[in-house]
Structure formats: C-alpha cells, structure tokens
C-alpha cells in the first residue's frame, strides 16, 4: 500500500506547511485499563478469558483433582463480554 502524501495546509503571512499524516487520524486513542489488561486474555475467536478464583489459599483441604482444574482459564460470561470488551479495545 503506498504511502498517503503530506498534506499542505496555508499559515498566515503566506507560509505553508506540511501536515504529517498522523495528523489526520481519528484521536484520540482509547486507552486500556492496566489492571483488565493484566487479569484477561484473548482466544483466537476472540473472546475473553480470565483466570478461576478458589486457587489462593487452604489448598490442603481440596483434593488433587479439583486444584487442577482450577487452574484452567475460564471464559468471561456473555452477559458481561461487552463491559469488558470496553476495558481491553486492543488485546
């Protein structure tokens, strides 16, 4: 794809410039929030995956079994996929 020319743009007292492409963009940028973009992951469907709660503390009392299937990511709910989607626009 070849490159957008500069476009020129008329200063007063006769003087042009040349505005960088940058310029022209949509601003500004959503930003991420940091702490969704550390806890949620993307699939390649794209849909969110976050990580299963229970796993933190008095792990003697549950079985082998049940630690290791907490340790599976779990996808976020359709009823709050559209919330969090806002929090994350590029992940």
Do not use: F
Not at 25 to 34: G, N, V
Not at 49 to 71: D, F, I, N, T, V
């Amino acid at each position: 794809m070849a490159p957008i020319p500069p476009i020129r743009s008329e200063r007063p007292g006769g003087a042009v410039a040349l505005l960088d492409n940058r310029e022209t963009d949509d601003m500004p940028k959503m930003k991420t929030k940091r702490g969704a973009r550390k806890r949620l992951k993307r699939t390649a469907s794209g849909k969110l995956m976050r990580a299963g709660g229970w796993k933190q503390h008095k792990l003697e009392g549950k079985s082998p079994k049940r630690r290791r299937r907490l340790r599976a990511k779990k996808l976020i709910d359709r009823a709050d996929q559209a919330r969090l989607q806002v929090l994350v626009p590029y992940l």
